[in-house]
């Protein structure tokens, strides 16, 4: 079965500093695909950035990028240049490699608060 | 209207009523998930429908029934429902048929509807 683990139930971050949300997990799966998601207080799940295990890059959106470490287990998230905006909710969540509607396994998040 | 649509956003119900919660996807999506979010807990799906037809049911109490009409809604029905089932439900949808090699099925979800039972 999948797992997936964030340790950091809360961060605190200086604006316009960088910040790593940590997120590891564990799959029996060769193959497999990590996600992002922000969940601001609003409620809705904003989909960040992935990962495929067999990409050999880290992905990198914007200013999000994914420090992957396969050996590791880890699929960390790094915001750069953190804005107020950032604060909300980060949720680690991975799929297995079956194609089709696939549903996510998620972590139990970590709550970012940008700090002016 | 585009995204994922959900409805109603609040809903206060006592144990013996009958509710409904909706979600509407504008995006063209052939699988559509309903999740619960509890506090301090992580997601947990709750049922996956895949071209209408449901293809998983995570143990799911019978108190929620799941329908989906079409490739576009679904609803979640509620009824006899306990205070541990306050919760915040999340609706999503996908584009299936993906895989990690040729793009993520990534999972577009609605704002949710924040449920309390009394």
């Known amino acids: 079965a999948q797992k997936i683990t964030q340790t950091q139930p809360g961060m605190f971050v200086q604006e316009k500093e960088a910040v790593t949300l940590d997120c590891t997990y564990d799959?029996?799966?060769?193959?497999?695909?990590l996600f992002w998601y922000k969940q601001p207080s609003s409620g809705e799940m904003i989909f960040l950035i992935y990962?495929?295990?067999?990409?050999?890059q880290n992905a990198t959106e914007g200013r999000y990028s994914l420090n992957f470490q396969k050996a590791r287990k880890s699929a960390n998230l790094v915001i750069s240049a953190s804005q107020l905006g950032d604060s909300a909710m980060y949720f680690c969540?991975?799929?297995?490699?079956?194609?089709?509607?696939?549903?996510?396994?998620f972590g139990k998040g970590t709550r970012l608060s940008v700090i002016a | 209207e585009t995204g994922v649509t959900q409805t109603p956003r609040h809903l206060v119900m006592g144990m013996t009523n009958k509710k409904s919660l909706k979600c509407e996807q504008h995006?063209?999506?052939?699988?559509m998930y309903w999740y619960k979010q509890s506090a301090k807990k992580p997601l947990e799906l709750m049922f996956v429908y895949s071209l209408e037809e449901r293809v998983e049911n995570n143990s799911v109490p019978s108190r929620f029934s799941p329908e989906c009409p079409n490739s576009s809604h679904l609803f979640l029905h509620l009824h006899t429902l306990q205070p541990e089932d306050s919760a915040l439900y999340l609706c999503?949808?996908?584009?299936?048929?993906?895989?990690?090699?040729?793009?993520?099925?990534?999972?577009?979800f609605g704002a949710g509807s924040r449920l309390t039972v009394l």
């Open positions: 995006l063209g999506h052939n699988a």
């Open positions: 969540a991975m799929s297995p490699p079956v194609s089709g509607n696939t549903p996510l396994v």
């Open positions: 990962q495929g295990s067999y990409d050999q």
């Open positions: 999503a949808s996908s584009q299936g048929g993906q895989d990690i090699f040729s793009g993520a099925n990534v999972l577009t």
């Open positions: 799959t029996s799966d060769p193959s497999y695909g």
